[in-house]
């Protein structure tokens, strides 16, 4: 038996991992030639999957990899760690050697422990005073840039989250982080990050540093064929009796984000085992049973709504597509005024129930909540 193919919730590799064959060809070329991207990519967009994708891909010709979440490191003196031993352990695999190579280091002490079955490891220790982070973080890059010549190997970075430096003082980090990066000519840079405006602005605004570093890539949904035929050939070779027409409306019920996507198949595969049948009908019921696998986590998020954000989430669940300031919506709904509607909404998105779309409206975060409240209305 064939084990579920729709993966979610996590990094996916492999033949699991759905077409995304363009842009895994276009982030490989520019990392070929050691170039600088800034990813931009909706949350749940499969990003982190890519990037997986593409560093596998990378290290299979020859490459030093390194993925760095930003979401991983609270201050600048972590992060400063972080890039240090990620860079370092992709190139220089004998333990010995990074013991010698980091007890060099000025800014960073060695670290060694010893594993439950005795095997060593050498890492770093974070600086005690936050003076040393920006030094350490330098230090850190140029012995990157220092050790992928001395190996005469090329190294990629992926730096996740990207739009979170800011959160490490401002923008003087910015700037002595572009100007390390400037001078290196061993390395690839891979800038990725979920906060649009944020990232636009930091790669855009010409009084930012890291303006025209490199090109920006934003990362759209899957194509839809390519989607449907991944689809389609997974339950064709699980046995299931399947039409690649009827997969067509999970496409929209996911509104072609992969994590939904990839959510609704896993239920549709689980649910027509028995069977082995997939049909329109089945598939129609796919998003109130994943809403329902997931009612206590809305339910929780639902106690901590007013009763005026309950009436807006009501009516955004009937009306996804409306403007909830329009006269026309408030009236239908029995809502507003305006102004109790716009502290709502700055209430709701604050939680991350909401998010506003480049068109305007409003958009539940999980489109599963949005079923949710329709069945409990």
Request: hydrophobic residues 35%; positive net charge.
């Amino acid at each position: 038996m064939i084990e579920n193919p729709f993966k979610y919730g996590g990094v996916v590799r492999g033949p699991f991992f759905a077409d995304r064959r363009e842009e895994l060809a276009e982030l490989s070329r520019e990392m070929f030639n050691l170039n600088k991207v800034f990813l931009i990519s909706p949350r749940r967009f499969g990003k982190t999957s890519l990037l997986s994708n593409l560093l596998d891909e990378l290290q299979e010709k020859g490459f030093g990899t390194a993925y760095i979440d930003l979401n991983a490191y609270t201050d600048l003196r972590a992060f400063a760690v972080g890039f240090t031993q990620s860079t370092s352990t992709a190139l220089e695999t004998s333990t010995d050697k990074l013991v010698k190579m980091f007890a060099g280091m000025k800014r960073l002490r060695p670290r060694v422990q010893a594993g439950p079955g005795g095997e060593i490891s050498a890492g770093l220790e974070i600086p005690p005073a936050e003076k040393e982070a920006m030094p350490a973080l330098i230090e850190g890059m140029r012995n990157a840039e220092e050790l992928a010549r001395r190996k005469k190997k090329k190294l990629i970075v992926v730096i996740d989250e990207f739009s979170d430096l800011e959160k490490y003082d401002g923008r003087s980090v910015e700037k002595a982080f572009r100007s390390e990066v400037q001078q290196q000519d061993q390395i690839g840079y891979v800038f990725s990050g979920s906060e649009e405006s944020v990232m636009i602005s930091m790669a855009k605004d010409r009084n930012r540093a890291f303006y025209r570093l490199g090109r920006i890539m934003e990362l759209g949904p899957i194509n839809r064929k390519e989607y449907l035929d991944f689809i389609y050939r997974w339950f064709q070779k699980g046995s299931y009796q399947v039409e690649r027409r009827d997969l067509e409306p999970i496409i929209v019920q996911g509104r072609d984000v992969p994590y939904n996507i990839q959510r609704l198949c896993h239920v549709l595969w689980d649910s027509a085992q028995t069977d082995r049948r997939v049909t329109p009908e089945r598939i129609q019921t796919l998003p109130t049973i994943v809403a329902e696998q997931d009612s206590p986590h809305f339910e929780l998020l639902w106690r901590t709504a007013t009763p005026q954000q309950k009436g807006l989430l009501s009516a955004l669940s009937k009306e996804p597509e409306a403007k909830p300031f329009s006269r026309d919506f408030q009236l239908s709904h029995g809502i507003g005024p305006s102004s109790s509607i716009k502290a709502s909404l700055d209430s709701i998105v604050k939680k991350g129930i909401l998010y506003k779309s480049k068109e305007g409206t409003y958009v539940f975060s999980d489109i599963f909540m949005q079923h949710w409240i329709l069945s409990v209305l």
